[in-house]
C-alpha cells in the first residue's frame, strides 16, 4: 500500500492548494474535509487525480455486499 501523504501550500497571494497522494478513491475528499474547513472552507478550484477514480477494495467489498 502507497504511503498516504497531504501537502498543503500557501502561496505568497494566500492562495492555498492541497495535494493529497496514496490515497484511492473519492476519500480524499473526506479525510481533507475538516483541514479545508479549518484554512476557510472556500473551494474555488478541484481538480481530482487518477487515484481519485482507482476503486478501493474496502468500497468494492461494500459494493458486493449491498448486491
Do not use: F, K
Amino acid at each position: 500500500m502507497a504511503e498516504e501523504s497531504v501537502e498543503v501550500v500557501i502561496s505568497a497571494d494566500g492562495t492555498v492548494e492541497v495535494h493529497v497522494q496514496g490515497v484511492s478513491g473519492t476519500r480524499c475528499l473526506q479525510d481533507t474535509d475538516e483541514l479545508v474547513r479549518l484554512l476557510g472552507g472556500d473551494v474555488q478550484h478541484q481538480v481530482l487525480t487518477e487515484e481519485a477514480y482507482q476503486q478501493n477494495a474496502d468500497d468494492e467489498q461494500d459494493r458486493l455486499w449491498q448486491g
